[in-house]
């Protein structure tokens, strides 16, 4: 059971670095996301878990899925608030997305990535 748990944190660990990578070279997606969830969810850690949402809500956008995106980043609004306050970037940065998803930073950024790798090199 121990080393369940113990195997679980290092695939959280290992997922939040992807994740968290915005770059040509991240290997983040939403399956990877919803994972996360799932992994904080069996660990009990439900008090970071706006974190995790934020992830999903920004790798739903990063594939241009905006209604999930919405969705994560309400739950991540609902959660973290109240351990970050209402008036911090955090927030503001959430609202944005939900206010106009294909304007925020995040919009389909994990497409234009993967696009980009794809392209032929000019001559």
């Not at 997922?15 to 990578?21: C, G, P, Y």
């Not at 990877?32 to 008090?47: S, Y």
């Not at 990063?62 to 911090?88: D, F, H, Q, S």
Request: aromatic content about 8%; some cysteine.
């Amino acid at each position: 059971m121990v080393q369940e748990s113990d195997d679980r944190v290092k695939q959280i660990r290992t997922l939040i670095a992807e994740l968290d990578e915005y770059g040509k070279t991240g290997t983040g997606t939403p399956d990877k996301a919803e994972l996360l969830i799932t992994l904080q969810e069996l660990e009990g850690q439900f008090i970071r878990m706006y974190e995790a949402y934020y992830r999903a809500a920004v790798e739903w956008n990063g594939v241009g899925e905006t209604t999930k995106a919405v969705r994560y980043a309400r739950l991540c609004l609902a959660r973290g608030i109240v351990l970050r306050g209402p008036g911090r970037a955090f927030a503001e940065n959430l609202r944005a997305l939900m206010k106009e998803p294909e304007k925020h930073w995040t919009y389909r950024f994990r497409l234009k990535h993967a696009e980009a790798q794809t392209e032929p090199a000019s001559a």
